[in-house]
């Protein structure tokens, strides 16, 4: 296993064991973290401190079942602005921010200003949440995308 470089930081290999047993489990015990890793308590915990202070741990979250919760239809939505202005967009991404059902928003290159992950229950769901998107000022033109299948969901990026 190579060491990971990034910001002029180095991470060695127990690192990289502690961050990949985190995100397969940010519930476990330290007493556990450090028996999975063959560390004891203590230097476990500073590591795992130091990692939070770097930033390499942003912090802890449940993964909460989307289809239970808000349905089970994933719509891509790419939206186009009128003009590319900086008002625009700042516009633009805080009605966006206030609109509970769309779960994660990306600035773009190419044809599309912004691409949109949006969950709802059923078309009927996706016609309300369109209309909220509609009525954003300056938007110009939407296009969205049914996913049919997820094939791949990570929880975290590679470690």
């Not at 296993?1 to 690192?15: A, C, F, S, W, Y």
């Not at 915990?45 to 993964?63: H, P, Q, S």
């Not at 016609?127 to 969205?144: K, M, N």
Request: aromatic share 6%.
């Amino acid at each position: 296993m190579n060491d990971i470089l990034e910001n002029g930081g180095k991470l060695d290999r127990m690192d990289v064991r502690i961050l990949r047993t985190l995100s397969g489990d940010g519930r476990i015990s330290w007493r556990d973290l450090a028996e999975r890793i063959g560390l004891s308590l203590t230097p476990t915990l500073r590591r795992v401190k130091r990692l939070e202070n770097d930033g390499y741990i942003e912090g802890y979250t449940a993964i909460l079942n989307e289809e239970k919760i808000a349905g089970r239809i994933s719509v891509f939505v790419f939206v186009t602005l009128e003009r590319q202005a900086e008002a625009t967009m700042s516009a633009f991404e805080a009605a966006v921010e206030k609109l509970p059902h769309v779960v994660s928003c990306y600035m773009m290159t190419g044809r599309s200003d912004y691409l949109l992950r949006v969950v709802v229950r059923d078309l009927d769901h996706y016609q309300v949440v369109l209309g909220e998107l509609t009525r954003i000022t300056d938007v110009a033109h939407i296009q969205s995308s049914f996913a049919l299948k997820a094939v791949v969901q990570r929880p975290s990026v590679p470690i």
